[in-house]
C-alpha cells in the first residue's frame, strides 16, 4: 500500500519567510510525528499526534513552530519567519493504533533550505 | 534527559567483513528499540525492532541485533556486509512511558568497499 507521503520534496526560502510543509500518512494510522534531521543535530523529535488527543510538542524548538493535524489525517507542519538555522530535512512519520505493532514509518521528507 | 549514543560515526570495511555497530542508551526504565537504515537517496526504513521476548531479534536483510539490558546496549550485526548495505544506520529507542516519540542515535556511516 501507499506509504507516508511529504510535500514539497524540496523548498527553498527566503530567511525571514514563512513555509508550510505537508505530511499524508498511511491509511488507518492513528499517530503522526514530526522530525527534524539536520547536520549536527542529527534525527530529532519535533511533535506528535495521537488520534484526538492534544500533542505533544514538546520538541518544538521555538514559538515559530507550529502543527496541525486536520481531521485526524493530513498534518501541516509550519515555520514562521524561517531563519538559516532552519535548514533541515523533515520527516513525517506515522504508526498504526496501539496495540497493533507501534512501527513509526517514515516520509521520505521535505528538504528545506532557509538563504 | 534520555540519550542514545551510536559509538562509530563512520565505518569503512570490505565486502565479506563483518559488521557490528553499538548503540547505547541511558533510560532505566522499559524500552522498546529499533535501528532504522537510510540508504544513499532514500528514506528512512526499518531494520529491526525489539519490544519483548527474545533478546537476539533478526531483521531485514540478514541484520540482527542483541538487546543487553545490564549494558543498556543494541548492537546490530551482520555477519557478511556486501556493497548494497553501504547506507547510514540509526539506533532508536522509545520508553514505554514517555509516549510515542524515538529518541534517536547520530547515526553511523557505513561504506562497504567492493
Known amino acids: 500500500g501507499a506509504g507516508v507521503s511529504q510535500s514539497p520534496s524540496n523548498k527553498v526560502t527566503e530567511k525571514g519567510k514563512d513555509v508550510e510543509l505537508r505530511c499524508d500518512p498511511i491509511?488507518?494510522?492513528?499517530?503522526l510525528y514530526w522530525y527534524r534531521q539536520s547536520l549536527g543535530q542529527g534525527l530529532e523529535f519535533l511533535i506528535y499526534f495521537q488520534g484526538n488527543s492534544a500533542p505533544d510538542k514538546s520538541g518544538l524548538p521555538s514559538d515559530r513552530f507550529s502543527a496541525e493535524r486536520t481531521g485526524g489525517s493530513v498534518s501541516t507542519l509550519t515555520i514562521q519567519r524561517t531563519q538559516q538555522e532552519d535548514s533541515a530535512v523533515y520527516l513525517c512519520?506515522?504508526?498504526?493504533?496501539?496495540?497493533?505493532?507501534?512501527?513509526?514509518?517514515f516520509g521520505p521528507g521535505t528538504r528545506l533550505l532557509v538563504l | 534527559a534520555q540519550s542514545v549514543s551510536q559509538h562509530n560515526h563512520h565505518v569503512i570495511l570490505s565486502e565479506a567483513a563483518s559488521l557490528e555497530l553499538g548503540c547505547n542508551y541511558s533510560y532505566g526504565g522499559t524500552v522498546n528499540l529499533f535501528w532504522y537504515v537510510q540508504y544513499p537517496g532514500q528514506h528512512l526504513q526499518l531494520l529491526l525492532k525489539y519490544f519483548s521476548g527474545d533478546p537476539l531479534v533478526k531483521g531485514i536483510k540478514g541484520f540482527e541485533a542483541e538487546f543487553i539490558k545490564s549494558k543498556f546496549s543494541f548492537n546490530l550485526r551482520k555477519p557478511s556486509v556486501q556493497w548494497s548495505d553501504t547506507a547510514e544506520y540509526f539506533c532508536a529507542v522509545r520508553p514505554q512511558a514517555a509516549g510515542n516519540k524515538l529518541t534517536f542515535g547520530g547515526g553511523t556511516r557505513v561504506l562497504v568497499k567492493p
Open positions: 491509511s488507518g494510522h492513528t499517530a
Open positions: 512519520a506515522s504508526s498504526p493504533p496501539k496495540g497493533k505493532g507501534e512501527t513509526q514509518y
